[in-house]
């Protein structure tokens, strides 16, 4: 499934602005993505897929409010993810230049 999941979503909704915004998204964070990717255990990497399976399942069982939760919960777990990553790069980036961040 992976990040076309993300796009067939937003393509099912039905909100077109909603899937011009997944697709921009994800692809101005493809290269944070891809780190997170590699970089993920395989425990986490379950857990991603466990969720898109369930988003899935509860999308398609029309149990929205479920299904929110599920994808708001992957939504703050990703954004963990990414803003690890994004901070990691911004202290490689800033020892590469000799500064300190905090």
Known sequence: M??????????ASGDSF??????RLL???????WIE?????DAAAEETRR??????TLIDRH??????????????????HILRILRAREAF?????GVTVS
Request: hydrophobic share 45%; glycine share 4%; with cysteine.
């Open 93 to 97: 980036n800033a020892a590469l230049a």
């Open 2 to 11: 992976g990040l076309r999941l993300h796009e067939g979503i937003a393509k």
């Open 37 to 41: 990717v590699v970089e993920e255990d």
């Open 27 to 33: 692809n101005r964070m493809c290269q944070v993505i």
């Open 51 to 56: 969720e898109h399976a369930m988003i899935v």
């Open 18 to 23: 909603l899937y011009e915004t997944v697709c």
């Open 63 to 80: 149990r929205a409010d479920e299904a929110e939760r599920v994808v708001r919960a992957h939504i703050r777990t990703a954004k963990d």
